[in-house]
């Protein structure tokens, strides 16, 4: 009789764990419906170029300010963000050159894990082209956020720090992500949370996000994204400082 | 870092305590108790602080306040408490303390003279409106002997503290008058009338952080640039005027950076900063942890950086981002500091007020200078210990400035 329980046990922690299998889509699967969910890949195509403008916020130390990226296929991208006291702190990626200037530590190159993280987030259509961007995806469970079941996928990319992300089992849309950013100030640990989607071009894009980083939050809103208006090109031209340093490394 | 600023700020701005109702003593020492025991719980960077077991700290330490019959015994069971901890910045300031350090004043102006605490007496170091080395006896009949005898008893009061509250004493709205009593070089009894001037620099805000009076100043001494300036805030402003002081400097025969009465602010401009003097990639001042993070202070250099001899002044005033930016220099070889030891408040810490009135201060990091020593209590203590008289004063002299100007002189002279 005991046997029997036994087996039925075993048979039923068996037959659960392969339903539970079962259950879990490809993170190949998720990945692309989220490319539909948000307008689909021919959408996506059709974007050569996008300004983004918004507002940023770090509630705790009580600091706002503005924020505008511009960014261009397949690669280029510029960003400024004037925070208040903080001043302006631009960064930029192109030709393979990824760089930030600011009044407080003044210009640098990106190298390293650093490089290839703001590298990918430079890329155009970065969800199109998760295949190259990731060589490894896996499905690992299904996890609640903020009430909503979702699909808790791993990326692994080519070069840099892994990172997780949460799909929405219902919509399809990315809710969070958990990342590691890493600066010359270290790796610090991130999790963003992103929502209110709403469609430009016919892309969907989240207009909210809530950064949680070494205990600091910070809150990004995007109120406008303006697709393919061209953008003058200096915008994507390295800054002379930033030739400088350039030209520096490659004397030494 | 704007912590670390606000928290030395609001130590001695506090307003005085409400006096306790003794039916009420007991409710307040409990709840006092559980705010301390909490938050170190919470916010302390290491999750056992100081190596102890925190929950049976606090199952050994909630009984004895419950049975405190006053206000002093909690008070003193609590500091028994934080004493296990055996780390500074970690203290119970009783609420009587706070009607001395108490800035009851208010307003911006000062009185045109700048003040240090030497060998217990207050004397004139700096500004134009009396003679240097004056000794100040009276400001609007407080005797600022008694009071600096007296806060000077308190261990938990440190020299940052005691001289930002006699600044207090000082200030008030521009234009009121203070009469204030001096004791001359002759030591003769001198009072003088004095109208209130209008603060130096700007007003420069940081988020939630009051706005204070920012201001840089830069000369030439000789062959040797002077840098002097009161907060590492104001960022935009004080970046560019800090950079642009050493870019004019580039043939000078050393520059000396004046900290002294630099109690801090936005501890990445320490790094932005030491980048005008390191040419070399990745180098860092120091790190800082967290709970949850741990930050380097890295430096990245600047195109136009200076290679010449560095000297920093600092001393017991000088806080915060000052030490880190004064050690972490000095750790790597790059400055020689000159004055006496800085405060030894280089850790973001907090001032917060208990339900019983007392004050109580913790911090909520650990800063490690590059060589591996923690800054806060030791503070940064100079290569060239060099402490003001009242005799080089009344000479008109800097005793701390002319130390530094002469080995830059000497190193030119190599």
Known sequence: MQKSIARWLITVVCGAAYAHAQALPTAE???????????GKAAYQQHTSEVMTGTIAFPTPGLTGRLTRYASAPDKEYSVVELGPIGKIESGASGGVVWERSALLGPRLKSGDEKAQAGREAQFRAPVEWRRLFPKAETLSVETVNGEKCYKVALTPASGKPETRFYSRKSGLLLKAVATAVSPMGEIAVEVEVS???????????????QQTGGQEMVITITDVRINEAIPPQHFELPPEIQALISKAAAK | ?????VTLLCGVLVLPAAAQAPPEQKQANLASFEFVWTTIRD???????????????????????????????????LREMLGRLKQTHF??????????????????????????????????????????????????????????AALQKDPAIHELQLERALAARFSGPVGAARRITFADGSDQPQTRELKLEPPRGELAGFGNLPPQHVWLESKK?????????NFFLDLVRVMQSFG????????????????????????????????WFVDKPGQRLGTMTMRNATLNFFINPRA????????????????????????????????????????????????????????????VANYVSVSGETLEAKGVTPDVEVKLTRETLLAGQDAVLDAALAWIRGQRIQ
């Open chain 1, 196 to 210: 209110d989607y709403k469609q430009f071009g016919g892309v969907l894009y989240p207009t909210r996000s809530r």
């Open chain 2, 304 to 363: 136009g950086a200076y290679n010449g001899p560095l000297a920093i002044l600092v001393d017991g005033s000088s806080a915060s981002t000052a030490e880190i930016f004064a050690g972490g220099l000095r750790d790597l070889g790059r400055a020689r500091v000159f004055g006496t030891r800085s405060a030894g408040a280089a850790l973001p810490s907090i001032f917060t007020r208990l339900p019983n009135g007392d004050g109580f201060q913790y911090a």
């Open chain 1, 29 to 39: 699967s998720i990945l692309d419906r989220f490319v539909e969910a948000t307008g």
């Open chain 2, 221 to 229: 001494l000789g062959e040797t640039g002077y840098i002097r300036f």
């Open chain 2, 244 to 275: 642009e002081a050493v870019e004019a400097c580039a043939h000078c025969g050393g520059i000396v950076i004046d900290l002294r009465g630099n109690v801090g602010g936005i501890g990445a401009m320490a790094m932005g900063m030491a980048g």
């Open chain 2, 43 to 77: 916010q302390h960077w290491d999750k056992n602080p100081g190596g102890l077991d925190w929950q049976a700290i606090g199952a050994e330490f909630r009984p004895r306040v419950e049975q405190a019959a006053t206000g002093e015994a909690a008070r003193e069971i």
């Open chain 2, 91 to 148: 203290a119970i300031f009783p609420a009587p303390v706070y009607q001395d350090l108490a800035a009851a004043t208010g307003g911006d102006g000062w009185p045109g003279f700048e003040v240090r605490v030497v060998d217990g007496r207050v004397l004139v170091t700096g500004g134009s409106a009396v003679p240097l080395g004056w000794q100040v006896l009276n400001v609007e009949g407080t005797d600022l002997r008694a009071l600096v």
């Open chain 2, 1 to 5: 870092m704007a912590a670390v600023s």
